[in-house]
C-alpha cells in the first residue's frame, strides 16, 4: 500500500457534515435514555402503546366531536384528515426512503422499554408524525381544542425517545411532516376563518354592555337550559325568558313589545317565530343556537354563547334578507329554505312517528315510507304540459356545496332565491341522491337550478305541503315567493375567533 495514502484523513462535504449530525443524534439519544425523567416511568410507555394505529387520536376526535359545537366537530374531522394524509405519507415516502435501522436499546433500561418492539425503519418517527398533524389540524380549526391536544401529542412525540424505539432527528422529522400534512390538508380544504365571506351590509346596532336591553326568548323544548344559563354568566343584565313551545309566539311578542334587543335560543323554527316578532317591531335580533338544526345562526358565525356576546357588547351587526311565501291561506317569512314536495312530506311523516318509536328511526321510516309511494308529490306545468316533480327548494340566499341538506351560504344579503328541481320519473331515491351529487349544476336530466328575485307556482292541490326553516303547512292554488332585501338586522361577530 502506498505510504502517500491516508486513510485517517477526515471527509468533508455533505458526507461530513451528515456524519456530524448523525454522531450528534446518538449523543442525545444516549443522554436521554441515561438522564432520569421523573414521573415518567408510568406514563409514557402507555402512552406510546395507546397512539398505536392512532387509537389514542381516534378517541381524542370522538372525545372532541361530543361537545356537539360546529368548531368542535370541524377540528376533530379536520385533525383526522391531517392524521391520514400523515400516515400515508409516512408509510407510502418516509420508511422506504430511508432504511435508518432502530436505535441499540442498551443504554436505556428495562422498566421504560416497549413489551413489543417496533419492525419497521426508524426514521421519520411515525406515532410523531401522526401526533403533530393531529394537533395541528385539531389547532387551525379551534385555538382552543388546539391547546388541549398540543400537551399529549408533544408527550407523544417525547415519548418515542424515552422508550428507545426512536432518534431524536426522526421524532423532529415526523413532527415536521405531520404538521406539513395538516397544513396540505388545510391548502385542500380551507378552514371557516380562511373563507372570506363577501362585504354584507352592516348595521349600526346598540352595543349592549352586560346585556343590558336584550330579552332573549328560549325554547325550554329545544334542551336550552345550559345555554341560557352561560348566557345569563356572560351578559348578567340581560333578561332570559323560558317558555313551553306552545308559548313561544306570545312570549316572543311579548319580549318584543319591553326589549332594546329581541334575543332567541333555540333551533330555526323557534328562531323564525322570534325574526317575525323583531320585524312587526323594527327590533334587531340576537340570535343563540340551541335547537337540533341551526342553520342560520352558523351562516351566521354565531356558534356559542362567546360569540353572540362579543358582538352584543361590541354593537357589530348586520342586515339580511328574509324570504316570503304567501298563499289564500295566509302568508309567512323564511330565514333559511322553502321547500313542496319530499322533504315536506318527510317531515310530516317522521312527526307522526317520533313519539312512538324516536326521532332517528322515525326519520328512516319516514323516508322509506315517503321514498316508496307510488305518486309525485307535485306536477308543474311547463311548454304546456303538466310534468311530475319529486322536490321544490327554495334557499333565502346562495347555498354552497349543497346536496339534499342545506350547505352553508356565505352572503345572507345577495338578494336572490336559490332554486333546485328534482324532476319526477322512476326511482326517486336515485334521482334524489343523483340531484344532491350534482349540486348546483344545472345540465342534470334529474336536477335543475335558478336563481331568482321571485318565483310564482301555481295549480298546487288542496293539501299540499310546505315547508319552510322546519315547520310545515298545507297549501293550495297559488304561492308567491320573494325577497325582502336587507329587512332584518341581526347580531353577527364580526371578528373572527
Given at each position: 500500500?502506498?505510504?502517500?495514502?491516508?486513510?485517517?484523513?477526515?471527509?468533508?462535504?455533505?458526507?461530513?457534515?451528515?456524519?456530524?449530525?448523525?454522531?450528534?443524534?446518538?449523543?442525545?439519544?444516549?443522554?436521554?435514555?441515561?438522564?432520569?425523567?421523573?414521573?415518567?416511568?408510568?406514563?409514557?410507555?402507555?402512552?406510546?402503546?395507546?397512539?398505536?394505529?392512532?387509537?389514542?387520536?381516534?378517541?381524542?376526535?370522538?372525545?372532541?366531536?361530543?361537545?356537539?359545537?360546529?368548531?368542535?366537530?370541524?377540528?376533530?374531522?379536520?385533525?383526522?384528515?391531517?392524521?391520514?394524509?400523515?400516515?400515508?405519507?409516512?408509510?407510502?415516502?418516509?420508511?422506504?426512503?430511508?432504511?435508518?435501522?432502530?436505535?441499540?436499546?442498551?443504554?436505556?433500561?428495562?422498566?421504560?422499554?416497549?413489551?413489543?418492539?417496533?419492525?419497521?425503519?426508524?426514521?421519520?418517527?411515525?406515532h410523531a408524525a401522526s401526533a403533530s398533524a393531529f394537533a395541528t389540524g385539531v389547532a387551525l380549526e379551534s385555538g382552543g381544542?388546539?391547546?388541549?391536544?398540543?400537551?399529549?401529542?408533544?408527550?407523544?412525540?417525547?415519548?418515542?425517545?424515552?422508550?428507545?424505539?426512536?432518534?431524536?432527528?426522526?421524532?423532529?422529522?415526523?413532527?415536521?411532516?405531520?404538521?406539513?400534512?395538516?397544513?396540505?390538508?388545510?391548502?385542500?380544504?380551507?378552514?371557516?376563518?380562511?373563507?372570506?365571506?363577501?362585504?354584507?351590509?352592516?348595521?349600526?346596532?346598540p352595543a349592549l354592555p352586560g346585556g343590558e336591553g336584550l330579552v332573549l326568548v328560549t325554547n325550554n323544548a329545544s334542551g336550552?337550559?345550559?345555554?341560557?344559563?352561560?348566557?345569563?354568566?356572560?351578559?348578567?343584565?340581560?333578561?332570559?325568558?323560558?317558555?313551553?313551545?306552545?308559548?313561544?309566539?306570545?312570549?316572543?311578542?311579548?319580549?318584543?313589545?319591553?326589549?332594546?334587543?329581541?334575543?332567541?335560543?333555540?333551533?330555526?323554527?323557534?328562531?323564525?317565530?322570534?325574526?317575525?316578532?323583531?320585524?312587526?317591531?323594527?327590533?334587531?335580533?340576537?340570535?343563540?343556537?340551541?335547537?337540533?338544526?341551526?342553520?342560520?345562526?352558523?351562516?351566521?358565525?354565531?356558534?356559542?354563547?362567546?360569540?353572540?356576546?362579543?358582538?352584543?357588547?361590541?354593537?357589530?351587526?348586520?342586515?339580511?334578507?328574509?324570504?316570503?311565501?304567501?298563499?289564500?291561506?295566509?302568508?309567512?317569512?323564511?330565514?333559511?329554505?322553502?321547500?313542496?314536495?319530499?322533504?315536506?312530506?318527510?317531515?310530516?311523516?317522521?312527526?307522526?312517528?317520533?313519539?312512538?318509536?324516536?326521532?332517528?328511526?322515525?326519520?328512516?321510516?319516514?323516508?322509506?315510507?315517503?321514498?316508496?309511494?307510488?305518486?309525485?308529490?307535485?306536477?308543474?306545468?311547463?311548454?304546456?304540459?303538466?310534468?311530475?316533480?319529486?322536490?321544490?327548494?327554495?334557499?333565502?340566499?346562495?347555498?354552497?356545496?349543497?346536496?339534499?341538506?342545506?350547505?352553508?351560504?356565505?352572503?345572507?344579503?345577495?338578494?336572490?332565491?336559490?332554486?333546485?328541481?328534482?324532476?319526477?320519473?322512476?326511482?326517486?331515491?336515485?334521482?334524489?341522491?343523483?340531484?344532491?351529487?350534482?349540486g348546483p349544476l344545472t345540465r342534470s336530466p334529474a336536477h335543475a337550478a335558478v336563481q331568482v328575485g321571485r318565483l310564482r307556482?301555481?295549480?298546487?292541490?288542496?293539501?299540499?305541503?310546505?315547508?319552510?326553516?322546519?315547520?310545515?303547512?298545507?297549501?293550495?292554488?297559488?304561492?308567491?315567493?320573494?325577497?325582502?332585501?336587507?329587512?332584518?338586522?341581526?347580531?353577527?361577530?364580526?371578528?373572527?375567533?
Amino acid at each position: 500500500m502506498s505510504p502517500d495514502v491516508d486513510l485517517t484523513a477526515p471527509r468533508t462535504g455533505a458526507h461530513a457534515t451528515l456524519t456530524r449530525l448523525l454522531a450528534l443524534d446518538s449523543r442525545l439519544f444516549q443522554a436521554a435514555a441515561e438522564r432520569h425523567w421523573p414521573g415518567a416511568g408510568p406514563v409514557l410507555p402507555r402512552l406510546s402503546r395507546s397512539a398505536n394505529h392512532g387509537v389514542l387520536w381516534f378517541a381524542a376526535a370522538a372525545a372532541i366531536a361530543a361537545s356537539r359545537t360546529p368548531r368542535a366537530r370541524r377540528a376533530a374531522a379536520r385533525g383526522l384528515a391531517s392524521l391520514g394524509l400523515a400516515s400515508l405519507t409516512i408509510n407510502t415516502l418516509g420508511k422506504r426512503s430511508v432504511r435508518r435501522p432502530r436505535p441499540l436499546l442498551d443504554p436505556v433500561p428495562h422498566v421504560r422499554r416497549l413489551r413489543r418492539q417496533p419492525i419497521t425503519t426508524s426514521f421519520p418517527s411515525g406515532h410523531a408524525a401522526s401526533a403533530s398533524a393531529f394537533a395541528t389540524g385539531v389547532a387551525l380549526e379551534s385555538g382552543g381544542w388546539g391547546a388541549a391536544v398540543a400537551p399529549v401529542a408533544f408527550s407523544v412525540a417525547v415519548s418515542r425517545v424515552y422508550t428507545g424505539v426512536h432518534f431524536p432527528s426522526d421524532v423532529l422529522a415526523g413532527a415536521a411532516l405531520g404538521a406539513g400534512a395538516a397544513f396540505a390538508v388545510r391548502g385542500l380544504v380551507p378552514t371557516r376563518a380562511q373563507i372570506a365571506a363577501p362585504a354584507r351590509p352592516r348595521a349600526a346596532v346598540p352595543a349592549l354592555p352586560g346585556g343590558e336591553g336584550l330579552v332573549l326568548v328560549t325554547n325550554n323544548a329545544s334542551g336550552t337550559a345550559d345555554r341560557a344559563r352561560a348566557l345569563r354568566d356572560a351578559l348578567p343584565r340581560a333578561e332570559v325568558v323560558v317558555c313551553e313551545p306552545e308559548d313561544l309566539p306570545a312570549e316572543a311578542e311579548k319580549a318584543a313589545r319591553r326589549a332594546r334587543v329581541l334575543g332567541v335560543c333555540g333551533g330555526d323554527g323557534t328562531v323564525n317565530t322570534a325574526a317575525r316578532a323583531a320585524l312587526r317591531h323594527g327590533l334587531p335580533l340576537a340570535v343563540l343556537p340551541g335547537g337540533t338544526l341551526n342553520h342560520f345562526a352558523y351562516d351566521l358565525g354565531v356558534e356559542d354563547v362567546r360569540d353572540l356576546a362579543g358582538a352584543l357588547e361590541r354593537g357589530e351587526g348586520v342586515r339580511v334578507d328574509v324570504g316570503r311565501f304567501s298563499s289564500k291561506r295566509g302568508q309567512g317569512v323564511f330565514l333559511n329554505t322553502f321547500s313542496l314536495g319530499v322533504y315536506p312530506e318527510l317531515v310530516r311523516e317522521r312527526e307522526r312517528w317520533a313519539d312512538r318509536i324516536g326521532g332517528w328511526p322515525a326519520g328512516v321510516l319516514a323516508a322509506l315510507r315517503v321514498l316508496r309511494a307510488d305518486r309525485h308529490p307535485l306536477e308543474a306545468e311547463f311548454q304546456g304540459r303538466r310534468r311530475p316533480l319529486w322536490l321544490l327548494f327554495a334557499g333565502n340566499g346562495t347555498y354552497h356545496r349543497m346536496g339534499l341538506a342545506p350547505g352553508r351560504r356565505l352572503d345572507l344579503a345577495d338578494g336572490v332565491l336559490d332554486v333546485r328541481v328534482v324532476h319526477g320519473g322512476r326511482r326517486p331515491a336515485l334521482r334524489l341522491l343523483s340531484a344532491a351529487l350534482a349540486g348546483p349544476l344545472t345540465r342534470s336530466p334529474a336536477h335543475a337550478a335558478v336563481q331568482v328575485g321571485r318565483l310564482r307556482l301555481t295549480g298546487l292541490a288542496p293539501g299540499t305541503l310546505l315547508a319552510y326553516d322546519g315547520e310545515v303547512t298545507e297549501v293550495e292554488g297559488e304561492v308567491r315567493l320573494e325577497k325582502l332585501p336587507e329587512a332584518l338586522t341581526v347580531y353577527r361577530p364580526l371578528r373572527v375567533r
